[in-house]
């Protein structure tokens, strides 16, 4: 509570005396340990949450890591991503791009844990840019410094998430412009593609660079690989038929993406075309041959992606459920 008044009362006196923005030192932006006086256990009860769950459900590391990719670059880092259908709004979980996102539940999980020991405190936005954080590093990915203050949505931004979210056969130029226009640079964008470094691709995101003909820019045992994965050209949609992103390291946040989509074996066409387009080939190489640089610039360009245009201050809301907007 006393941080939205203090923040309504800065933007206040904003108003009136434009002199003293130099002092306004940003109440209602997001900051280090946002939680440390309305909730100090925040932050340690969402690392327990995310290190349980992972022990049960090892993937549920990497969606924490592809939630916020699809939360933060739709508009904000506001938690629409994970709002359910509702008065005949489409959730954005339903979208086509949203396809094979996984482990929701367990989000629920979370906050409930947080719940427990601070009701309605902590943002569910909050809970996706912080379990990112953690899940990285259980994938033995780097540790990036967070800030907190996010609040919740009141929306789901379903109809134009594909304005956002590029496809897995757009051009690497849609694919910059895209992170370029929320403050991500190409080198920072080839870094967290390095994302594709784990976690699966259904088959649906594949067939077509298999069937009629292979994709001569995929290698051959790779593209065997792949046929033997999917060995239809029209999967059912909802079998479970996938292919490892990383065959070497599946499940670890490692430089191997790199070396792969070097060697001719990434399995989306936009994973392919980061190692062939001279705009962003050097960095591929760069990282391939430096895991402690990947490791570096990953960190970073996580950090920038989950501080993409939050709402703060008294925007918004802190959801109860992070499944529904709160009831007035
Ligand atoms: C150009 C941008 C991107 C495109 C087109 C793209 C597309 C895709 C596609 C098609 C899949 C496979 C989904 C499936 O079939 O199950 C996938 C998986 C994944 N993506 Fe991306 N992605 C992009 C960027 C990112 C970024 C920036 C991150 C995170 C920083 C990310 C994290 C992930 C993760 C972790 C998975 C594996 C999910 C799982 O196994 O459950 N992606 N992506
Ligand atoms: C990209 O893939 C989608 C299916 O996921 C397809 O409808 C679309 O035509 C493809 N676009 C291009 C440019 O190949």
Sequence with gaps: MASINLCSLSRFILLLLPILLQFHSGNCELQLNYYE?????????IKQQVINLYHKHGNT?????????????????????????SNGIESEKESERSFGMRNFKYVNTIKEAVEKECPSTVSCADIVALSARDGIVMLGGPHAEMKTGRKDSKESYAS?????????????????????????????????????SVGRVHCVNLVHRLYPTVDPTLDPDYADYLKGRCPTPYPDPNAVLYARNDRETPMILDNMY???????????????????????????????????????QFANAIVLLSENNPLTGDQGEVRKDCRFVNAN
């Design 258 to 296: 790199y070396k792969n989509i070097l060697n001719h074996k990434g399995p989306l066409i936009v994973d392919q075309q980061l190692a062939s387009d001279p705009k962003t080939s050097p960095f591929v190489e760069k990282m391939a041959a430096d895991n402690g640089y990947f490791h570096e």
């Design 61 to 85: 590391a990497v969606s924490w890591v592809r939630n916020l990719f699809h939360d933060c670059m739709v508009k904000s880092c506001d938690a629409s991503l994970l709002l359910e259908t």
């Design 160 to 196: 134009v998430l594909e304005d956002f979210i590029p496809n897995h056969n757009d051009t690497i130029s849609l694919v910059l412009s895209r992170f370029q226009s929320i403050g991500i640079d190409v080198e920072r964008t080839v870094a967290l593609l390095g994302a594709h």
């Design 37 to 45: 006086q309305s909730c100090p256990k925040a932050e340690e009860i």
